[in-house]
């Protein structure tokens, strides 16, 4: 069965800690996707990246960080040097051939100044 | 802009009432899902539309009844047959399946908060 699990459930930071989110996803299938969204308070889900199974070259976009390991099947997340503005819900999420996107139950992230 | 609009933000039911919740998106996606995200919980599958006229059930589909009668427009209907209607629902949309493009991931609305009173 395909499950995403998200261990922290919170974690709070002072500005400028780089902070590290953890994700570990069950999928049987070979061909898949995984995803990271962001929720701040407004309530919709903002896009982050998109990873297939075939790819395992992390990715760096700023300040953020993805590292994708399969044999770990984990999806982690990095923030540098964290602001703020970071405070939010994330969730990390799994895509395979039912093409349905099961998510993880989330991890807030607080900044503090 | 293109997008997905979800209507009304807030939303208050009194106990054994239907509610509809409205969503209608202008991106020219096939693919509709409906999702309840309950406090400290992810997102659950309640019902999606690969495609107009045609819907399926999701995880937690028992309470909540939908139409897709038009490509732009997945109003949710939260029946009283419900029995914890309290929670943040969330539409998405996406390329449709069959073109592979909804390995992209979908598109979300910014979501409609139901507190039942």
């Known amino acids: 069965a395909q499950k995403v699990t998200q261990a922290q459930t919170e974690i709070s930071v002072v500005e400028k800690e780089d902070v590290t989110l953890d994700c570990v996803y069950e999928t049987r299938d070979t061909t898949y996707y995984l995803f990271w969204y962001k929720q701040p308070p407004s309530g919709e889900l903002v896009f982050l990246i998109r990873?297939?199974?075939?790819?395992?070259q992390n990715e760096i976009s700023g300040r953020y960080s993805w590292n994708f390991q399969k044999s770990t099947s984990s999806f982690n997340f990095t923030i540098t040097a964290s602001q703020v503005v970071d405070s939010a819900v994330y969730f990390c999420?799994?895509?395979?051939?039912?093409?349905?996107?099961?998510f993880g139950s989330g991890t807030r992230l607080l900044v503090r100044p | 802009d293109g997008g997905i609009t979800q209507s009304p933000k807030y939303l208050f039911r009194k106990e054994g009432q239907n509610v509809t919740l409205s969503c209608e998106q202008n991106?020219?996606?096939?693919?509709m899902y409906w999702y309840r995200q309950d406090p400290g919980q992810g997102l659950r599958l309640i019902y999606y539309s690969q495609i107009v006229n045609d819907f399926q059930k999701g995880d937690i589909a028992e309470g909540y009844s939908v139409s897709r009668e038009k490509k732009e427009s997945f109003p949710l209907t939260v029946t009283s047959a419900q029995k914890n209607p309290t929670a943040f629902y969330l539409c998405a949309s996406s390329i449709p399946t069959f073109t592979g493009g909804s390995s992209y991931g979908y598109t979300f609305g910014s979501g409609t908060r139901l507190t039942v009173v």
């Open positions: 991106l020219n996606h096939d693919a």
């Open positions: 990873r297939n199974s075939f790819d395992e």
């Open positions: 999420a799994l895509m395979d051939s039912s093409y349905k996107l099961i």
